[in-house]
């Protein structure tokens, strides 16, 4: 039975955006009734992880966003998919805007009306292909510490706006990096080391401010066109010290504020959340004019010409006055490797008074660390990175193994869900391999390091390794099956060999076919 959230609530809002796959061709060849949310990861619908992520942050405020025409299929698993009816309360909640189609980019999404009138806070945005071992609630302190503003946070929600912005991005050159995985590039510029001691756990070491953000494509196209990389000395007179990432990637966690649905409508050209308004926010913190150029002063001061159907998303409509010479903004040409002094100054040292000279708020980057033992962090965004997350996972102990205190929040109960269905002599690694419910398993069959879904059939003598396959497949009689994806109520007809397949739902293989296309 579900139960409630026992954690503090954070006061903040989750956006779950819900795409159409584009990435899964396969598996999502009909988005409307097989959106790319409902994909199976380890056996959990793609957008379990997400919302789990929510709840384990303490965001119970959590709206689901997809297309109209997905909505239905979303509904359903909803209400009827045992992992997600078992979400704790209160349960997510979900808006198909009219205006949302396959085509609507991410920062479009916050410039539709009902997302606008949705938003009453400070809010988290996350794709619905996130898996995240790591503990949101560690990212929000860490943001709380060094971006948030205290009168933003407790305050009337009355402008200049001080809260800043964290982005999340993660190494992909891991142990088993995944060929032709998108990376991004970012600048950073380190922050000030904090002068008293911090816990042991704290994720503020690995922050630093972020300058620059685009994808390693854009990035590829600029170096072929001026022959070189530019850097403007703006950038190098704002930060002496700089660090330059070509392997990380961004993994489209972020924590922004209230105002930035402002600075969206304010820019109809910002069609997406990463390269857009995030590349061009940072780039506002030291390139002179640009903030003005973009809007940012008029945002953060509240003199945004408001309409009346946008009241009551800011509740006011600021002040008017657009004068420069009357403008709290002073310039952001130099500040080294820190906020300017004005952004934490406060006036009569009131905890709850706004700063005397706004600035442009700082957009932080988290760099998550590449160890060994570092909780799991990926975007699974393609047909590759399900195969191999969904097998990392399955290596991770049961509860009945450990035990509920010692476990992943991503552990089954059983690796063997329905052991009744395993008949004798049968070879199943289940350090390496999970077994979902209603599963029948005949004899001489071998199952290594793969992971099943609800319903499978797998008949005698088959050999499975290094497969994914999704609820309701059957696998016919002495069939060998290597590195498969294969969806839902697929059948592959006895004798057949297949290697680095995908197979489409509903799909029959015919009996003793070999395939081994192009490689995943």
Known sequence: MPHAVSMPATGLQALILCGPGSSFPTFTSNPDENPKALLPIANRPMVWYPIDFCYRTGITNITLICPPSAADAITTALN???????????????????????????????????????????????????????????????????????????????????????????????????????????????????????????????????????????????????????????????????????????????????????????????????????????????????????????????????????????????????????????????????????????????????????????????????HADAPLLRRVDTAQLLLATSLQLAKLPSVEETGPDNTSPFAHARKVAYPEGVKPRTTITRQDSLIADNVMVEEKTSIKESVIGANCQIKEGAKLFQCLLMDGVVVGKGCKLTRCILGKRSEVGEGSTLTDCEVQENLLVEPRSKYNPIPL
């Open 80 to 370: 009827t998919n045992p992992f997600l009816t078992s979400l704790p309360h209160p349960r997510p909640d979900l808006v198909a805007p009219q205006g949302l189609d396959l085509n609507t980019g991410t920062a479009e999404i916050l410039r539709l009306p009902e997302i606008r009138e949705l938003v009453a806070s400070d809010f988290v945005v996350l794709p619905c292909d996130l898996v995240c071992e790591l503990g949101g609630d560690k990212l929000l302190q860490a943001w709380m510490v060094k971006a948030a503003s205290l009168p933003d946070l407790l305050g009337d929600d009355e402008p200049p706006y001080c809260n800043g912005g964290l982005g999340v991005w993660y190494e992909t050159k891991t142990a088993t990096p995944i060929k032709g995985e998108e990376t991004d590039f970012i600048i950073t510029a380190p922050m000030s080391v904090p002068t008293t001691p911090i816990s042991k756990d704290s994720l503020v070491p690995q922050l630093s401010y972020l300058t620059y953000s685009m994808p390693k494509d854009s990035l590829n196209d600029l170096v072929d066109e001026k022959k070189s990389f530019p850097i403007r000395h703006g950038l190098l007179r704002s930060h002496p010290k700089l660090r330059m990432l070509t392997t990380h990637r961004d993994a489209h966690i972020y924590i922004l504020p209230k105002w930035i649905l402002d600075f969206v409508h304010e820019n109809e050209r910002l069609e997406t959340i990463g390269e857009d308004v995030i590349g061009w926010w940072a780039k506002a913190n030291w390139e002179t004019g640009l903030s003005a150029k973009l809007g940012l002063k008029k945002v953060i001061e509240g003199r945004i010409e408001t309409t009346e159907a946008d009241k009551s998303v800011r509740g006011s409509t600021g002040r008017t006055d657009s004068s420069p010479l009357n403008s709290p903004f002073v310039s952001r040409e130099h500040f080294e490797t820190s906020p300017p002094a004005g952004f934490h100054k406060r006036q009569n040292d009131g905890l709850l008074s706004k700063p005397r000279e706004a600035a442009i708020p700082p957009i932080l980057a988290y760099i998550h660390p590449n």
